[in-house]
């Protein structure tokens, strides 16, 4: 089993910055892939962008070049630098992480772009 805790998120004024984190534990070597998805209300959950074994991180076009994900095997966290904030942007961001038992979900944390 994996556990995901998420941290950071909070209210933030359109065109600024904040930073998400999302902290591994459990089994946390069994990890290979680990991301983010979304869910704004009344919407379908979203990829935001997912880091594959070899480090490499897709995003969705979305939130390309706006969004960042930087990933730490030793510490297993995976954090999402997130610049040029949008009003569409606001959503319930979730950590997700793909082991070798299966896929695993964090509680998420709400992020707010709203002046």
């Known amino acids: 089993q994996v556990q995901l805790v998420e941290s950071g998120g909070g209210l933030v004024e359109p065109g600024g910055s904040l930073r998400v984190s999302c902290a591994a534990s459990g089994r946390a070597s069994s990890i290979y892939g680990m991301g983010w998805y979304r869910q704004a209300p009344g919407k379908q959950r979203e990829l935001v962008g997912v880091?594959?074994?070899?480090?490499?991180?897709n995003y969705a076009p979305s939130v390309s070049g706006r969004f960042t994900i930087s990933r730490d095997d030793y510490h297993h966290t995976v954090t999402l630098q997130m610049n040029s904030l949008r009003p569409e942007d606001t959503a319930t961001y979730c950590c997700?992480?793909?082991?070798?038992?299966?896929?695993?979900w964090g509680q998420g944390t709400q992020v707010t772009v709203s002046i």
């Open positions: 880091t594959v074994p070899d480090g490499t991180a």
């Open positions: 997700v992480a793909d082991a070798t038992s299966g896929r695993y």
